[in-house]
């Protein structure tokens, strides 16, 4: 896909410090076995948010904590390259449901290592521009309005449509799907374009 450039500039969503021996969120295997974390789910201390991550029962999801619950299956050394993506930017949004697999995307200018194998993650090389991928919670996560696009071109039907519609209707995301149809059109060679461009009309209508 041709570069576009869609949103305002990249921003930080504040985030409330987690660690692992006190904090908001627990991942398998780091202070507590799988078993343990399960166990402590059943028991009602916590709830699972994604793959193998926890967090505390009286802990209201928000942005920031899902994203930081997504990265957790990336490396260390990739997670300052990559930015979720997709459906997983628009779960983190609260706008779509938690996806089987992360989605992640990375910047095809640059070099990166790819996943290991058998990751819980799957990374797309695309192009990203200066205002495509915002901060939220200290992790890389595209803008809505790149993710709005993201959704209307590669979504699956089952979730694509309701998640265009709660993009558009989150009061705190300005996501305006007229400018991401007008971008789109401006583009070439994209897949699926037109599937995409009724996509956003619909839901558009239904907004």
């Not at 409330?16 to 904090?23: A, D, L, M, V």
């Not at 996943?115 to 205002?131: I, K, R, T, W, Y």
């Not at 699956?156 to 400018?179: F, G, K, N, Y």
């Amino acid at each position: 896909m041709s570069h576009l450039q869609l949103g305002a500039a990249a921003g930080e969503t504040p985030a409330e410090p987690i660690t692992s021996s006190g904090g908001v969120l627990f991942r398998a295997n780091d202070l507590f076995s799988s078993v343990e974390l399960q166990a402590m789910r059943i028991d009602g201390l916590l709830h699972r948010v994604c793959g193998d991550s926890y967090a505390r029962a009286d802990h209201r999801l928000d942005p920031a904590s899902r994203a930081q619950s997504a990265i957790l299956c990336v490396p260390v050394s990739l997670r300052a390259k990559v930015a979720l993506a997709r459906q997983s930017a628009a779960w983190v949004y609260g706008c779509a449901p938690l996806p089987e697999t992360v989605n992640l995307v990375t910047d095809h200018r640059r070099r990166t290592t790819a996943l290991p194998p058998f990751s819980e993650a799957l990374m797309h090389q695309v192009a990203l521009g200066p205002c495509d991928v915002r901060v939220v919670g200290g992790v890389g996560v595209t803008a809505p309005l790149r993710t709005a696009l993201d959704v209307a071109v590669h979504g699956h039907d089952s979730w694509a449509m309701p998640t265009l519609v709660r993009l558009a209707a989150h009061p705190d995301l300005q996501c305006e799907l007229t400018l991401v149809a007008r971008a789109l059109e401006a583009t070439r060679r994209v897949p699926g374009k037109n599937r995409a461009l009724a996509r956003l009309q619909s839901a558009m209508h239904s907004s």
